[in-house]
Structures are given as C-alpha cells and as structure tokens.
C-alpha cells in the first residue's frame, strides 16, 4: 500500500508542477524541489529503493540531453578566440576558492566542492529560456568543460578518500585518463565510419516514415545505457558515459529534428521531474537548526562570489554586464555533484553530519534561489525578448 501512495504521490506532483509553475510564476524545476520536499517532510516521499534508482535515471537522462544541447558553433568560437578566457577562468575560480579555504580555515571538500559543475540546472534553464541566448548558450559550453573537470575532481577525490595516496588511487588516476582519451577516439571513429558510409546512419535510425518500430528510439536509450554500463564497470563517474552518448546523438544525427525533439520531451517530461523531486525529498527538515542553515547560507554565498568575481573578469568584454550576470549565476548551481561531493565526505568523515546538511541545504536553496532571480533578472534586462515569446 505505501508503494502505491508513493507512486500516485510522484505522478501528482508530476501533472500539477507545470501548472503551479504557471500559477506561482516560477520556474518549474523550483516547485518540483520544493513539492518532494513537502511531500518528503509529510512522509508521502520516503527512502525507497526503486524511487532511488529511477532518480538516478532521470540524472542520467538529464545528461544525456546535455550532450543534445552543445552547440557546436559556440563550441569553435571558445576553441578559436576564448580558449585563454577559459582557462584563465577555472584558474581563477580554484584560486579564489583556496583563498576562501584559507581564510576560513576549511578543509579539502570545500575546496573542491566550491568550484564545481554541473549541467542539470543549466538544462532547465535551456528548456526555459530557448538555445538563442548567448548568456546560457556560453553557460552550457563552459558548464561542459566544467563537467569533465568536476568529474576528474570527483573521482581524484573520492580516489583519494578511499584509497589515500596508494597504487589504487594512481590506478584510478590512469584509467579516468584513458577513458577520455578513449571517448575522444570513438567520437572520431565513428565521424570517419560515416563519412565513408553515409547510408549506416539510416541503417541504424531509418527515416521517420520507414521507422515502424520506434527504432530510433530503441538505438538511442540503448545506447545510454550501454555507455553508462562502461562507465560502471570501470568505477567512473556515469556523467561522463550519459554525456557521450548525447554529444554522440547530437553529432551525427543532428538534422533529425523529429528524433531529437521526441528524447527531449521524453526527459524533460518524466525522468528528469522524479530526479528533482526526489532530491528535494531527502532533506529532514526536523534536523535543521539555525547554525546549519547559517553555513548552508555561506556555502551558497561563497559559490555565487567566486563565479560573479571570475566571470566578469574574464567575460565581462564579450557578454557586457547583464549577459555576464546572468552567466555567472547560470553557473552558480553545481546540485548534483555538490550532494555527491557531500556523501563521499561524510561517509569517510571529512565532514560532520551538521556540515552534510549545510551542504545539502545550500546546493538546494542554490538551486531554488537562483532559479527566481534568473528569471526576474532576466525579465527586467530582457523584457523585448518576452514580448516575441508572447
């Protein structure tokens, strides 16, 4: 009986999120996180294996479309003239927050946990806004190295606090690396493969007309799935595999609109709302006191800091003021792998239990804040651009 509660709870929330969405005027993303953690609070949402595993799904899912989204153009523009911006960037963002570190006498999972990405958050914010926005189209190309470099920092780290400095850690090291390099030779291959074969790609996703059998589809999920297999095996952060598949996608099947839209609506429609309303589900709220929501406060605050103090140093010519605004703030919501980084460090116990709330805490209320305050700043830079939505 509890499973049929939980299920009917998640498929409520699900089929009303859009419409309080439109109601409240907020993104929706913000009223699933807030409905699981309502719902969790009441105990409708409770600590349950397959809602577990299909949350994990959906933030597989989710990175998948990130790999849907990259937008090769701006990707060659930043290769050809912001390659140094880049750069100078992520230097910046571990520089300052080391100072922070410093200064406030904090430990290693502040120090890698600050700095950190992850492209869940700037997804929605791409459903919202539209792929045209220079601001959230740089966002999501940065937030792609980014990825990669929070995924190495991951796994260096989580290495780390399993294994110290041992053989095991260097092992994890080494094959990180190859799989990189690895992906990087697939992708290749495979442009080559149908270059010289342009008619595999219709063997393997016929024409919408000839496709009786959902396979595209079929090719696509598998896939993921198998990518995302890989990645298991060799003990690699699934990111990485999820993300590939969809920078697969997206390279070669580009032109199949129909295909692509069918995914998008596929994830953004289910999978994706059950990963944001389960991780609103898992704070308990009975165990928040003012002191963890004073750090949660300073975590947030000191990620927004070095991402606005970066962004407009480096940026700041080529986006101007309000653009790099709202680049920096886009930036500012690392929620997935800010919980990630949270359990690892508590498991070994880096951190106190009351810190693992913070944390947890401010990688929400990062999410839920900034969400509102994009949209009402973008309201008030953009107003012309809401007009031709209208």
């Not at 109601?23 to 996180?33: A, C, D, Q, R």
């Not at 606090?161 to 990180?176: N, Q, V, W």
């Not at 986006?319 to 949270?342: E, G, Y």
């Not at 009351?354 to 008030?380: H, N, P, Q, T």
Request: with cysteine; glycine share 6%.
């Amino acid at each position: 009986m509890e499973k049929i509660v939980l299920i009917i709870t998640i498929c409520l929330i699900i089929m009303t999120s859009p419409m309080l969405s439109k109601f409240l005027k907020t993104p929706v993303v913000v009223v699933e996180i807030l409905l699981g953690l309502i719902f969790g609070y009441l105990g409708f949402i409770y600590d349950d294996e397959t809602l577990k595993l299909v949350a994990k799904f959906g933030f597989i899912y989710l990175m998948f479309l990130a790999g849907l989204e990259i937008n090769f153009r701006l990707v060659k523009v930043i290769k050809t003239t912001l390659a140094l911006n880049v750069v100078i960037y992520f230097v910046l963002l571990y520089g300052l927050a080391g100072v922070i570190c410093w200064l406030f006498d904090l430990g290693l999972t502040y120090f890698v946990a600050l700095p950190i990405f992850s492209l869940g958050m700037i997804m929605m914010l791409i459903k919202e806004y539209g792929k045209e926005q220079q601001w959230l189209n740089l966002a999501l190309s940065i937030g792609v190295v980014g990825e990669i470099i929070s995924i190495l920092a991951l796994t260096l780290f989580s290495g780390y606090t399993e294994y110290g400095f041992g053989k095991d850690f260097f092992f994890s090291i080494i094959t990180i690396i190859t799989v990189v390099i690895s992906t990087i030779l697939l992708l290749r291959f495979s442009y080559m493969l149908f270059w010289w074969f342009p008619e595999l790609k219709k063997y393997l996703i016929p024409e919408k007309k000839d496709d009786k059998h959902d396979q595209d589809i079929r090719f696509s999920i598998t896939s993921l799935l198998i990518l995302v297999s890989i990645m298991l095996i060799l003990k690699i952060d699934v990111v990485l595999g999820a993300f590939t598949a969809g920078l697969f996608f997206k390279m070669f099947f580009h032109k199949r609109e129909d295909l692509l839209h069918k995914i998008e609506s596929f994830g953004f429609g289910f999978f994706a709302p059950i990963f944001f309303i389960y991780t609103g589900s898992t704070v308990d709220l009975n165990m928040v006191d003012m002191d963890i929501l004073k750090h949660a406060l300073f975590i947030m605050l000191a990620i927004i800091t070095i991402r606005f103090i970066s962004s407009n140093l480096v940026f700041l010519n080529y986006l101007k003021f309000r653009q790099t605004t709202l680049f920096a703030l886009s930036d500012s919501m690392p929620l997935t792998f800010m919980v990630a980084i949270a359990m690892i460090s508590y498991n070994y116990e880096l951190i106190t239990q009351a810190e693992y709330f913070s944390f947890i805490i401010a990688s929400m209320l990062d999410g839920l804040i900034l969400m509102v305050v994009i949209r009402k700043l973008y309201r008030r830079f953009f107003p012309e651009n809401l007009q031709q939505k209208e």
